[in-house]
């Protein structure tokens, strides 16, 4: 069995933002030399996602505006007025542990032939919820 | 390492609905002839969930309500309106979008001497969210 | 390829509840004598979920308020007046197979030179959405 393990640092230079892995995962595929065998993409950071859809702006700030309003960032620590209990760590990130649970973790995609085995619109992306700080995803490929 | 992969074909006639996976599924995994390993099943569009529930046509009901409350379907292009960006593009399939993202894009089920391990109640769907069209499901093996 | 294949047992004495399979899963890892390959983790029942987020008690409150926000439980079966369709076959947890869509079903988690490889913060938890009885966690590891 083949295997590939390599994680990708980014730094995304706002709190939120949605950035291509596509030709990074193609390029690890590729020099896996795997041809049969899954691919596994996940953020190694708990208020990041990986996740698989369009590769369209309007969609993305589609997602911006729902994901806020299905849980609003809020500074605050007292559930009374829309705040968060893990706030008072310290911390101000509580929406973005939840985002990250909606959009997911991970992805496994199938490798076939020596490549990403995709649909037609398929397409990687990293999303952050917390971004202005380094952060890394994992990428790891097994096979044969 | 043994390996299988198949693409199934389907077309729901109409905009949503739910379809079993289960004896397909179970089909190519005795066909692949592997007895430990794991099998990806994942949509190949990015408009439809694969996802393990219950196989209980209320509960389907009960999925297609709360999704229609989480995100509605909306033809419109302007949020103020309750309307999606993304349908600016022609399309008017942004709510099939953001449904694909809570029900899921794929699932991971392992493999133990040489049948689906799930346990009594899961069932492998495919959920449609924008259909009157052919798309595939993609199932890929892998194991000893 | 190596492989193991492992059910945890466990109950949860009341309706919901968070658990850490985190050394449970190490332990298997350990004992498979796989260095690279991937661990799959997954509730086999489906009013429960595997997840991977924060090991922190109020995020973990913060979960159970939203989750019950996005969909609360109900006994009822009437959608008129917020129950479920699917509390009609003499279940009471409908909420149950709703939320663990949200938090998903499964983990996939790579495993690098004989270790799970996660991010710094990255916790393995079950959430039970329908406890007081038996249940199960599949873990399946895979690789060489």
Redesign the interface.
């Known amino acids: 069995?083949k295997?590939l393990?390599e994680e990708i640092w980014m730094e995304i230079p706002k709190r939120r933002g949605i950035v291509s892995l596509q030709a990074e995962v193609e390029r690890l595929v590729k020099a896996s030399r795997v041809r049969?065998?899954?691919v596994?993409i996940?953020?190694?950071?708990?208020t990041a996602s990986v996740?698989?859809?369009?590769n369209?702006s309007?969609?993305h700030?589609?997602?911006e505006?729902?994901l806020e309003s299905?849980?609003p960032f809020h500074p605050g620590t007292e559930?009374e007025t829309g705040g968060?209990?893990?706030?008072?760590?310290g911390e101000d990130n509580?929406d973005a542990?939840?985002k990250?649970?909606?959009?997911?973790?991970?992805?496994?995609?199938?490798i076939?032939q020596g490549k990403l085995?995709?649909?037609?619109?398929?397409h990687i992306f990293y999303y952050e919820f917390d971004g202005n700080r380094r952060k890394?995803v994992?990428v790891?490929i097994?096979?044969?």
Chains 1, 2, 3 share one sequence.
Do not use: S
């Open positions: 069995m295997h393990t049969e065998g899954m596994l996940n953020a190694m950071h708990i996740f698989i859809n369009d369209e309007g969609l700030a589609d997602y505006r729902w299905l849980v559930p968060y209990l893990h706030n008072r760590t509580a542990h939840h990250r649970q909606i959009m997911g973790r991970e992805v496994v995609i199938a076939t085995h995709l649909g037609p619109w398929e890394r994992l790891k097994i096979g044969d």
